[in-house]
């Protein structure tokens, strides 16, 4: 039973839980804009598999309020994912970054691909195993013979 | 049949399952959504909160350095898991060398006196961070969560969700020794 | 008392498995006939076991029985009926039940249909089919039995979430998981070869129709679950990337490409070691996805309540289904005989391109899904891997791949000549080209990604054209000729059709929906309009509605021309939450949609889009999945089944 009431608790503590909310947009259309792509980038950490524009959780509406003012004080992008970042850590970048431990997961993709073309031709160059037939023995020659002469074998 | 090539090829996802099955065991039961804190080893941000008490003290970061080993907890009334955990602060303020102070996380003035009535007080200090804001600077995502401060005002530890009495005597009490040294 | 019946009727299913896995494996490898006979009868039986119990299961959410702890817990009396019913799969253990119904379902339909194919090989299937079965219902029953009692039964069940509270659930699962786990035929094709030791072209023509089926309802699945994510959660998103998406996207690009390289195996009699692997393949990553949702290794909104210990159980089953398949495959692969040669510039060379696109593309989805799980693992900084990155990588992959599709129908086997086909597509080519250049001059702010990938849609979609029209010999019958030729197509030639087709129609969709929707977020005051995209909207204000079970705000827009759009904010009691209804105006040309919200300062929070062409994603996916039906209808790939034909319908179809 008490599995059963934490299974609950935890299924609802994942879930969207508030009607949408529409923040304050900003003056100016061009800075707001850029918020908002900005937000787009960034993970909601309460509602883990959105972004913080998409999501409603009440933290995720703090986030993007920021992410405006940074804006507002003349902050760029990269400028405003160092500040998220440095409260957060790497995780609330929804675009892993390009550093030694994502190497393999950015070149990975090339990887495979070069090594299975690789591969492919490769194997292509190598003679297929086709085992060579039996020679035909003297008889067998014979019946060929008839038959290619088209007589009855 | 011989190892050739062709069988280190064939080889290659049995390999590859293994060592992922490998991988999947040992993450089995650990939480994926608990994130660590990228606040380990720093000093605690700059902050300065009211109390409760508008005539009273409240929290900031020169408290924090004040010499004494610090357990931050980050609560609210509105919070469940809060409840759960209060008995285990309370505990906590019994032993000796540790300090434990509040910061009421989005929670209205009202109600946080009113459930620190209900529960009792353990904090030595309660700040009031009614807009969310001095969270957001310490990585706050959620409530309940627990912070270690060291006498020089540097995060040690964090803990995110309810505190329970494994978590507290297998991780906090151990390293809150250590730091007291 | 029914459901006792339900747990037994489980429990049997699980003796039955054990024996389906065992006995007809000893019989075909001793030609004992009474004991490969008995696949058959074993898996049509354990079917209706599973039946049966499923059919209890489904009877206790139906009267609401509550001294069941699943139904207890997943189902409440005032839910209406439609979600009483489809509330038996939404939830751990009803959703088990439902994949070991699936799994039994296609092994009965092989033992049913499947008399073309020769007894110890259909046995052999079975018989892998019923050890898969043996880890499922063996999970079911020790760890996730759905007939648990409750003792005191509650008056009153906890209710479904919300969210699932929709006609899409109704549709969502049982195509999801009849695609996923019909997978497992072509797995236990692939494992019964590997213990025959050989591949003959036939084995393609056998592994085709079933595999096809699979893959055309996990299309519609996941079709599916795109479209209900767009309605139903409020944002006008349709994919995430969220690692149970994933875990369904990737057994579906390995059964694409399975399905491809199938064709080369049947009719060019090579390609088989790595057929066999992507059979084998496919249905692990159908296993990890069951893996990765259930055991609480990565977070999800898909993700049910989790649980180490099932996730271990899960974990092991995973390992012996796969790593005893893959184990198998490594002994036996390196003996399988290569057959035809072929040139790279081919129509196998093009398949080949595709399914080293494909393999890629897989290999992409699932390096971004674990590598969180992973390098958390090593101890390394805990890292998101969001849209951006799949956005990143695997979108190229489907230029190159969309190309395969074109020039590949229309290349002969064995030997082609690239510029011969470079020629017959040059117009297409060049229309595709212009067309997007046309786009960009037309529209200003026109993101050029969008633009690249409609070229890629447009240059398929006429290639498509290109070959259809050759296949019915145009030129040369002229329209007459031709049109009596299209009638009467293969099956197969229309399904490759359609699906190609599909295909560019959705990526069309995808990228007119992303890169040229219009959005707008702010505050309403009743009585004020918004235009947007050509449309006029009047905001007359919120109102508060009762509904079976919830209570709605429901917001009132008068749209010009179109007629009353009324969004609503849902808030259900048990358990407590709140969904957004959007409203939404589907045209050919895209969708209107309007959510409404808390209300903000002087007047409602609103959110206004316009999606271009949105639809055409899921017509697209739609148009594929008939594409798989319709060659599943071929007779040719029914071997022995007899064709009956007229002489005049002989000479036209060649």
Known sequence: MKRLLLGLFFALAALPALAIGVDEPLADPGLEAKAREISKGLRCLVCQNQSIEDSNAPLAADLRRIVRERVTAGDDEAAVQAYLVERYGQWVLLRPPFEPATWVLWLSPFVILATGTAVILLRRRRPAPAAAPAPLSAEERARLEALLRGEEP | ?181 | MIAELGHFALILAFVLAVVQGTVPLVGAARGHLPAIRLADTAAVLQFLLVAGAFAALMHAYVTSDFSLVNVAANSHSQKPMLYKITGVWGNHEGSLLLWALMLTLFGAMVALFGQNLPDTFRARVLSVQGLVGVGFIAFMIFTSNPFERLDPAPLEGNGLNPILQDPGLAFHPPFLYAGYVGISIAFSFAVAALIEGRVPPSWARWVRPWTLAAWSMLTIGITGGSYWAYYELGWGGFWFWDPVENASLMPWLAATALLHSAIVVEKRDTLKSWTILLAILAFSLSLLGTFLVRSGVLTSVHAFASDPTRGFFILIFLLAVTGGALTLYAIRAPALKAGGVFQTISREGALVLNNLLLATATATVLIGTLYPLVLDWLGGAKVSVGPPYFNGTFMPLLGPLMVALAIGPLLPWKRGDLAAVAGKLKLVAGIALVAALAIFALTDGAPWLALVAFAFAFFLAGSVIVELLERVQLRKLGPAGAFRRLIHLPRGAVGMTLAHLGLAISVFGVAAASGFAVEHLGIMKPGETLKIAGYSLTFKGVEEVPGPNYTAKRGTFEVAGVGTMRPETRRFQSPPMETTEAAIHPTLAGDLYVVVGEPTGPGYAVRVYWKPFVMWIWAGGLLMAAGGFASLSDRRLRVGAPVRRSPALAQAAE
């Open chain 2, 1 to 181: 049949m011989a190892l050739n090539s062709r069988f280190l090829l064939a080889a290659m996802p049995l390999a590859v399952a293994i060592g992922l099955g490998g991988i999947f065991y040992g993450r089995l039961g650990k939480d994926p959504s608990a994130l660590p804190s990228a606040l380990l080893g720093k000093p605690v941000p700059a902050f300065n909160l009211p109390g409760l008490d508008p005539t009273g003290p409240g929290l900031s970061d020169a408290d924090l350095r004040a010499g004494s080993v610090t357990v931050v907890n980050v609560f609210a009334s509105w919070c469940a898991p809060c409840r759960v955990e209060h008995p285990l602060l309370t505990a906590l303020t019994k032993v000796p060398g540790i300090r434990v102070v509040g910061i009421a996380y989005k929670d209205k003035v009202a109600d946080t006196q009113k459930f620190l009535g209900e529960m009792g007080n353990p904090y030595a200090l309660v700040g009031a961070d009614l807009n969310g804001r001095v969270g957001i600077d310490w990585g706050v995502y959620g409530v309940p969560e627990t912070y270690l401060v060291t006498g020089k005002g540097e995060i040690a530890w964090k803990h995110v969700g309810a505190l329970t009495e494994d978590i507290i005597r297998g991780e906090m009490l151990p390293l809150a020794e250590k730091l007291m040294k």
